[in-house]
């Protein structure tokens, strides 16, 4: 990619409110996808394209740890680009109040264990109880593992 196209994802990716609250999120430390989806309280698969974005724009890193993703920051290796987004980004929603009312939820949200959260989450999203089971569901339930 060119410095432009780079410029067009970062500038894509900080469109979206729910993409900057993430990012905005992250700031604090590698944060696990289920905790970035308690906070936006926003359907897992969502908050998963919202992360794709980010990702694809270089403005945030990735982690897999079995079955559990964490995203962060990148570090210092990042393009000047990044770099420069993520600080603008920082600078300019510093006094914001939702920012500000992000950092109160999460601090609460990170005190939670990630497998609560969890399950909390798919509880939550099941539309109704006569809904077929995914395949995940299937799996999880065979393994004595049911939500």
């Known amino acids: 990619m060119n410095q432009l196209d780079d410029f067009i994802a970062i500038s894509s990716a900080l469109a979206d409110p729910n993409r900057v609250r993430a990012l905005l999120a992250l ?9 970035i989806i308690e906070l936006l309280q926003l359907a897992p698969s969502t908050v998963s394209r919202h992360m794709a974005v980010l990702r694809q724009a270089g403005l945030v890193e990735v982690r897999k740890e079995g079955r559990w993703m964490y995203f962060r920051l990148p570090d210092e290796s990042a393009s000047p680009l990044v770099r420069s987004a993520l600080e603008w980004t920082r600078q300019a929603l510093a006094r914001d109040v939702q920012a500000r009312q992000d950092v109160k939820t999460l601090c609460c949200i990170v005190k939670e264990d990630p497998e609560e959260l969890w399950k909390k989450q798919a509880k939550r999203s099941k539309c109704c109880s006569s809904a077929q089971e995914t395949r995940v569901e299937v799996r999880w339930r065979k393994g004595g593992l049911a939500v």
């Open 27 to 35: 700031r604090g430390g590698e944060l696990c996808a289920c905790q």
